[in-house]
């Protein structure tokens, strides 16, 4: 190699580093984050929060509302009242994870998808994303809806990873991609998030425009309250979904 090609050589793999070295460490992007949505402090200080909202989806025809409670450090229950399908009901709690519905009936989540829906009802993971994903790494960038954004993939103990898109500029979350567990089997999801704005002290994202294989819905945050009253058995298992429980454990 004559001394020309050797400067080249160099040169290259000098510019390659170079590239490799501008990309902010993972953990780095995701503190920042909770820096430019309010702020560990006000994060921590909150222990439960109610929100409400609207979802649809547009190809079906079908609108209804949602409301979401939440309570440190792992206690959840959604509801989504979808026209025609009638209501449908999640949660965790006590380190169950269920779901009922008119359609499908009661069922207790188990596997993957029990640890998925631990992960979700942990509270503020925002700021404690490391219990939920020991292992983070800034995987590159891409742009998202024309805004230019960090790439940061993100491993569970359990399950598959997810990849997050952060806006270079503004530090906010723009898009998430992960594989989804449901009784029908792994599901690709893509989730674009919009629209931040501040509750509280804390901004979050109001809209919200999901992929789920074939499958588009939509939904929109209309309000969040921060440390609300709610009742401690709002959060107790379903009659139904104890049942099921008690009969799993041979009671």
Known sequence: MNSLTRLAVIGLLGGALAGAQALPKAETILDRYVEVTGGKAAYEKHTRDTMTGTISFPAQGLSGKLTRYAMAPDKEYSVVELGPIGKIESGFSNGVAWEKSAILGPRVKRGEE??????????????????????????????????????????????????????????????????????????????????????????????????????????TITSVSLDPPIPGELFDLPADVKTLVDKAAGK
Not at 148 to 159: F, I
Not at 198 to 209: A, E
């Open 114 to 219: 029990r640890e998925q829906a631990e992960r979700e009802a942990h509270f503020n993971e925002q700021v404690d994303w490391r219990k939920s994903f020991p292992k983070v790494e800034t995987t590159g960038s891409e742009t998202v809806n024309g805004e230019e954004c960090y790439k940061v993939m993100l491993s569970p103990p359990v399950g598959k990873p997810q990849t997050r898109f952060y806006s270079k500029k503004s530090g906010l979350l723009l898009k998430t991609a992960a594989t989804a567990v449901s009784p029908m089997g792994e599901v690709a999801v893509e989730v674009e998030l919009t629209d931040y704005k501040d509750f509280g002290g804390i901004l979050y994202p109001t809209r919200s425009k999901q992929k789920a294989g074939a499958q588009q819905m939509e939904i």
